[in-house]
Every structure is written in structure tokens, then in C-alpha cells.
Nanobody
Framework: QVQLVESGGGLVQAGGSLRLSCAAS????????MGWFRQAPGKEREFVSR????????DYADSVKGRFTISRDNAENTVYLQMNSLKPEDTAVYYC???????????????WGQGTQVTVSS
């Protein structure tokens, strides 16, 4: 069983940066693909980024490519999302996700975090 706890959200001005962290419990963390999804008010949850078990392969939604960077530290059981050049349209609740594999749709997610709010003001 894997439990995920996000942190690092908050309020930031457009153009600013935040780093989200997702701490995972459980010995199977290093075997899991990890990812981030987000959900804005009135919208469906959408894919943001994913990383494979070793950290050697990453993937990003077109809307965040070049601005966000996903990474993981298997020794610390933590995955990160560095978010730079933030825009008001990045405002959403950001969810950490884990699974044996992750596709861009959330149906492959086996475990979810509770979410952390990111608000970008213009």
C-alpha cells in the first residue's frame, strides 16, 4: 500500500515559481511510476506530468512543457514538481499520483494524494 502526501502549494504571482513535493510511504515506491495531475474549478482532472520508476523517462502536458520539471528521489521516497513561469491558468488543485504504470489519463492511477492548492494571481 502506498500513501501520498503533497506539500508546497500556495499563492504566487504570475511569473513566479513553486516546488511541489509528494512524500510516499511504503516500500514499493521505487517500483511505481509517479505523476502529477491537476483540477481547476469546474473542469475535469487533467494530466500534468509523469516520471517512470527510475527517473529516466519523463513526460509533460503541452501546456506546461518547458516550464515544469518533474523529478524523484527514490532514497527519500519523494517526487517533486518544479513549476516556473507560472500563469493564472495554472491555478488548480494539484494531485500526486502513483501506479505500476501511468498513462496520461487518470484511469491508470492506483493511488492519489489529497491534493495541494496552487493559486497564481495576475
Amino acid at each position: 500500500q502506498v500513501q501520498l502526501v503533497e506539500s508546497g502549494g500556495g499563492l504566487v504571482q504570475a511569473g513566479g515559481s513553486l516546488r511541489l513535493s509528494c512524500a510516499a510511504s511504503g516500500r514499493t515506491f521505487s517500483r511505481y511510476a509517479m505523476g502529477w495531475f491537476r483540477q481547476a474549478p469546474g473542469k475535469e482532472r487533467e494530466f500534468v506530468s509523469r516520471i517512470n520508476w527510475s527517473g529516466g523517462s519523463t513526460d509533460y502536458a503541452d501546456s506546461v512543457k518547458g516550464r515544469f520539471t518533474i523529478s524523484r528521489d527514490n532514497a527519500e521516497n519523494t517526487v517533486y514538481l518544479q513549476m516556473n513561469s507560472l500563469k493564472p491558468e495554472d491555478t488548480a488543485v494539484y494531485y500526486c499520483a502513483a501506479g505500476p504504470y501511468l498513462l496520461r489519463d487518470y484511469t491508470t492511477v492506483a493511488h492519489w494524494g489529497q491534493g495541494t492548492q496552487v493559486t497564481v494571481s495576475s
